[in-house]
């Protein structure tokens, strides 16, 4: 273990330092430098400089914090015993000369001292590592709560400046992050907020909270927040309604129940009322909000008989109250079984992230999609019709293409395509084809099939004299549909990520596009398409009927295990896809050849119509 | 002063009971009933009976809640002992028989002895009243924190099961608020946090702050919160920078600034660094991180004396410091005029807040539009050229519109627009022309136009039957451009509100439509413009030009004053404007005649071409 900085964050020459110490280190592992240490609470190993000691141990508890930083790392730690929340392991990985932040979240997912991880992390030094690692939390039901720092372009550069590690881009560790069902967070507060909700392991995959309060504006805002959380508010069932209207007239009775400030003189109300509604078994949770009344001395014992009552009537389920009380107090409602939280509003979003863990959890690990047989990429930039032969290998729905070398043979492929056709200049070197007048669409008669033909190539001509121009394609028509766009792109860190988004202005002006690791199947490519905002285009509007979501689905998980298995020489193939999901287009870029301006051959690659 | 439940929220005999107290009041006014009460620690005047004093008094602060929940404003007021926040006034409005929370908001906004003003509210009675309110305080540069409970549906239904009030269209309040430059919070520890932020009176129209820190994991945390918060960081001026390298080589000096743990050992460090970025005079607010650090008895002490040094070389500019220390210590930071927060990304949420009030002081009330000259709506549903010739009064920019009763004027109008030309089927009972094919674009010959006057007519025929036929409207063909939604909205609180969107699935599927009271000027029409999501749209994309912003926003302020004049009659005028901004189509309703099925007479109402 290293303390001293010094070394990669502080220059070449600390660079230089630190990699003999690794090379000195051989099969030794080796925590830091630049690190403040490791604690065990449990082995009572203090292996760690942090000031935060000098103001108290940490509070006893299941939950393991894995942190790059060791200041903030130090942060969460003191903030966790400031809000009640009990931390048995810490490690922080400073410069990460070996052990990584990653590897620490694969332990502690595999130590049986820990349920709950909490991790800070500026940059991701080794993917599959960390992938590993998320697995197997996953696997084994313990939520990684994460504060990935430097999401912005201002934080991004802030973290240059802090570490040697290249922050990454945010929206494919934001994409990793989901597939995992990690949680993902802004501070240390509602990373604690969540692990203090999780440490009771309840992670319903149907997110339903009963909520009893003594105020109906806290009832108002916390359905609010519940309903951008996505924690549901069934109702409490008639039969149950019907006896809290008789013991109390004028209380709301559906869900937020309000027993309103009579149950601070009747302190069996809260009780009744509370039976009433777990009884129901319609609720995963139960929040329950009596604010500062809660910490006021004279109300506390009936209330906590109360609150007992009811969690005995129904012990499996998650019981949160939101008081405002003294440590004493709050102490007190623990002991009985219950979480405590000041702000209501906090509590729920604590209870939405149990909800998303739970479909996480549930869900688990998804199978593979089928492999492809061996193949192997072209050797040279493809044009567009060698580029679709390609996808249509990998099982790719693409359109019917004729690749034509005259005016004549452009006419033949358009009476076996049928009119209209589109016609497009097919060069490898082209890639922008619309830019230069490229590609003419709804091209309807023999004759302007011919004329379309000198067009396009007077157009080259002009505009690229020296492309290899391969011939004009002619293509079938696709008719109506919405226009897609899928595409790798090819991460440092991660291998190759599918994007999938609307066409047009919803990628460039809206970026309205998903991502996600390939490979991967049918089904987790519908999630995928599901998860655009732009959904509804596809669902069908304004009385235009939805598309195929399920050939959609079939092409993109394709396409995943294309990407995956062509490795790091693919690049961005574009493809649009109407209803019947087609690429209509396909651009296949191979990054070592990218750089060769001429190509060696001018002879079409596919045989021509 | 009315304390007892049981009225207006309690049913209809309530309801009657409350009316009665109403009138026999005469010109007595009276709060609540259903009211917690109002109490004003200066004049030491308590008339509730809320709990939260049992606990404790609150602290001496220039800070009144107006709330009209009872509870929820009791739990506030607790809530803000907690988070060592001064209360002065407390309102709680209840049942709002007389008094409402507009009422204290206006009250508190002329009260000298209030700086700040926290408001829970669940419905608006009474729009004007709310609206002179949020002037008054605006002009007086205090802020108004709003908790508007009921912004989701499920929050809307639990409003309306609790309290009488309605809880009205949200996206209307929202932009009520916005207009008058009020925070919306949705939780108690929010308003709290920026009330807080707020006691120092210091609104920075140029939200600028240096961050330091000894943390630099907590640095990027907060540039990530401050880049979403629209809060600036600019960096330190390079011969600071410089000064601040020799002091410690390994420091991070651009902003945020990371004077790392070497500041605990050499507490100098702390002061030095911090005076050289508040001399640079680049930042209103600075932001110091110094987590557990901060509340360590050994650190204390020398830490005060640096943080003082810092105030004062600028004594005016906002402190905030972010420390996880006991409540005694906290104090201390305080005395030496330091905010304190445990959560830096509350701080900079708070500090993010303050900016918004600068910018919205700064530019105070915006001037009127000039009025329109008197005018009379039609007496009857108008048809789409009366409605433009309507709108065309009111100085707004329609297209050229000819009103054809046979094909051969058809012919003739369409010499006159040139070709292509538009054709629609011209009557006031088809409102959604385009569904019955009543609609035809690009008409490119005097042939197509008269067969396009027979196919419309024949359409009509079959698909409406009983509709009024005023013939058919040949327009000039509007080319390229973007389409753009304006319309006016009726609110029963707040009157006529102009909306503006992009036309087609930007408002059907992404609701990306913006809404402003009536009537507005042209540069505050043009802020409405610019807030929409896909402004790109109209700044020009893929090489397209960029729209006439000006043309459009000088046509939605006139559309904004045609709807303030015309006051209840008028309803959704639809308009949608290309590049030079015209109205292409116009839909007038008039909320009275809608019932009526059928015209009196089957006249056109303008001259026909």
Same mark, same amino acid.
Not at 93 to 104: C, F, K, R, Y
Not at 132 to 152: E, F, Q
Not at 346 to 366: C, D, S, T
């Given at each position: 273990?290293? !303390? ?85 392991? !810490?490690? *922080? ?28 992390? =500026? ?16 696997? *084994? ?6 504060? /990935? ?89 008639? $039969? ?5 209207? $008789? ?42 909000? !009596? ?38 107090? #709050? ?10 939280? $000041? ?44 580029? /679709? ?11 019917? $293409?004729? #690749?034509?070398?005259?005016? =004549? ?14 016609? /497009? ?155 019947? *999901? ?13 750089? /060769? ?9 596919? =045989?021509?119509?």
């Amino acid at each position: 273990m290293i !303390f001293s900085a010094g070394f990669a964050e502080a220059g070449t020459e600390g660079e230089l330092l630190q990699q003999q110490i690794v090379d000195s280190a051989g099969s030794m592992r080796i925590l830091g430098p630049n690190s403040l240490g490791v604690f065990n609470a449990k082995s009572n190993f203090w292996g760690t400089f942090t000031a935060t000691l000098e103001t108290g141990w940490p509070l006893p508890g299941r939950i393991g914090i894995a942190s790059q930083s060791g200041a903030y790392g130090a942060h969460m730690l003191c903030a966790a015993r400031e809000q009640r929340v009990g931390i048995s392991v !810490f490690v *922080a990985t400073g410069n990460e000369a070996d052990i990584t932040v990653a590897e620490a979240i694969g332990w502690m997912a595999k130590n049986d001292e820990i349920d709950i991880i909490i991790s800070y992390m =500026e940059g991701v030094r080794d993917g599959p590592k960390l992938i590993s690692a998320l697995r197997l939390a996953r696997a *084994a039901r313990k939520p990684v709560i994460m504060l /990935k720092a430097g999401r912005s372009a201002l934080g991004s550069q802030a973290a240059k400046s802090h570490t040697a590690a290249l922050a990454g881009d945010d929206a494919v560790i934001d994409a990793i992050l989901r597939e995992f069902g990690v949680i993902r967070v802004s501070g240390a507060q509602e990373a604690l907020d969540i692990a203090k909700a999780a440490t009771r392991g309840i992670y319903p995959e149907n997110n339903t909270m009963g909520v009893l309060t003594v105020s109906g504006g806290a009832g108002i805002i916390i359905s609010d927040e519940a309903e951008q959380q996505g924690v549901l508010l069934p109702e409490v069932p008639a $039969d149950a309604r019907a006896r809290m209207h $008789d013991m109390l007239a004028y209380a709301s009775t559906r869900n937020p129940v309000d027993c309103t400030a009579q149950a601070l003189n009747e302190s069996s109300l809260t009780g009744n009322f509370g039976i009433e509604m777990v009884q129901s078994d319609r609720y995963s949770s139960m929040l329950i909000f !009596f604010s500062h009344a809660g910490g006021v001395a004279s109300i506390v014992p009936a209330l906590r008989a109360q609150l007992r009552r009811i969690r005995e009537a129904r012990p499996e389920i998650l019981y949160i109250l939101s008081v405002l009380a003294s440590d004493d107090f #709050v102490g007190q409602y623990e002991e009985d079984g219950f979480l405590v939280y $000041d702000d209501p509003g906090r509590a729920v979003r604590a209870i939405g992230a149990l909800g998303r863990l739970g479909k996480a959890f549930a869900a688990g690990e998804p199978s593979l999609p089928p492999g492809l047989p061996a193949f192997a990429l072209p050797q040279e930039i493809p044009n567009e019709a060698m580029s /679709k032969l390609v996808l249509a290998k990998a099982g790719i729905n693409v359109t019917q $293409d004729y #690749v034509c070398l005259s005016a =004549e043979k452009a006419q033949e492929a358009a009476g076996q395509a049928g009119y209209p056709v589109v016609m /497009k200049i097919l060069s490898p070197d082209i890639l922008h084809k619309t830019e230069i007048g490229g590609v003419l669409l709804n091209v309807g008669s023999a004759e302007a099939v011919a004329r379309g033909y000198e067009l396009l190539m007077s157009r080259a001509q002009k505009s690229a004299p020296d492309a290899r121009i391969d011939g004009v394609l002619v293509s079938q028509q696709v008719k109506g549909g919405v226009e897609c766009i899928m595409g790798i792109q090819h991460d440092p860190i991660f291998g190759p990520m599918a994007l999938f988004g609307l066409g047009g202005i919803h990628v460039e002006v809206f970026k309205d596009v998903v991502l996600r690791r390939c490979p991967f199947n049918v089904s987790e490519a519908l999630k995928v398409i599901k998860s655009i905002r732009g959904l509804a285009l596809l669902e069908g509007v304004r009385g235009s009927s939805p598309v195929d979501l399920n050939a959609l689905a079939e092409m993109l998980s394709r396409l995943s295990v294309f990407a995956a298995n062509a490795g790091p020489r693919l690049n961005n193939p574009v493809i649009a896809t109407p209803d019947g *999901a087609w690429a209509v287009d396909a651009v296949l870029e191979l990054d070592d050849v990218l750089e /060769k301006e001429e190509a060696d051959t001018n002879t079409p690659m596919v =045989e021509p119509f």
